[in-house]
């Protein structure tokens, strides 16, 4: 029983050890290069065998107490790993696309540095998706993305972001966003209330025609604020009872602006 223990003890901090060595070699190219996965590196994580869960205990603690130490890049590594290990838990996809979008990227002071990280968060919240074909959750944090990192409001290069993404994916940002919120309502999502995620879609909506107002484009802005409008009558017609948000007041908002722009030369 005694050298049953023992050996136990060794292959876990041999495991532990060869995970610690293992985050180091990641480490080394993650500051300089965008992480490129190839199906052959978690073969020797595959190795682990029955130690694979407390591996996985091991680095999302390590995950956290880099979080909290705003040690991004190395959380980088570590949530990679973590991502080989556990790739059906929908939590590590959305922490480590966080990370990346918005941490890493906000340690870059030039547009395309920031785009390059803010796009490689979304491309591995999407690769999440693949492996989490189900996750609610995982759809609404990759639709709220679309729309909050494309907000200029926000983000300066918020403009710049949008023609990027537009030019290497083919993409409209407000249009994915609308793809996965309402993706995120047909998968259950648990973390989410149903609610937020109907006015976030509103809110998409509406965002898209200011955007499409302002780049000149005034009938698919006027179409976007229909579409708003409509949005926000059905879920007024759905939740009556709801006095969280003043859905009138956006609906009057919305009225104006279709009246302004009907105004507009075509």
Not at 95 to 107: D, G, P
């Amino acid at each position: 029983m005694h050298r049953k223990r023992v050996l136990f003890l060794v292959v876990l901090i041999g495991a532990i050890f060869f995970v610690n060595i293992y985050i180091v070699s990641f480490h080394e190219t993650s500051k300089t290069a965008v992480y490129r996965y190839d199906p052959s590196e978690s073969i020797p994580l595959l190795l682990l065998g029955g130690l694979r869960g407390i591996a996985v205990d091991f680095l999302w603690a390590r995950a956290i107490a880099r979080h909290e130490e705003k040690k991004y890049y190395e959380l980088l590594t570590v949530n990679n790993l973590i991502a080989k290990l556990q790739p059906n838990f929908p939590a590590v996809w959305i922490f480590q696309a966080w990370n990346m979008a918005y941490n890493i990227a906000h340690e870059w002071d030039a547009a395309r540095n920031k785009w390059k990280w803010i796009h490689t968060g979304l491309n591995f919240a999407k690769k999440g998706t693949v492996k989490n074909p189900t996750s609610g959750d995982l759809f609404f944090e990759l639709g709220h993305m679309y729309l909050h990192l494309f907000d200029q409001r926000f983000f300066k290069y918020a403009a710049y972001y949008r023609e990027q993404l537009k030019q290497e994916d083919g993409e409209d940002n407000y249009e994915a966003s609308l793809y996965w919120l309402r993706r995120a309502l047909l998968h259950d999502p648990k973390l989410h209330n149903v609610l937020a995620i109907e006015r976030t879609i509103c809110h998409a909506l509406w965002h898209a025609s200011l955007c499409a107002e302002k780049e000149g484009d005034i009938d698919k802005a006027f179409q976007y604020a229909e579409l708003a409008l409509n949005e926000w009558k059905t879920y007024r017609a759905n939740h009556p009872d709801d006095t969280s948000t003043n859905v009138n007041e956006f609906m009057s908002a919305i009225e104006r602006k279709k009246e302004f722009l009907q105004s507009m030369p075509k």
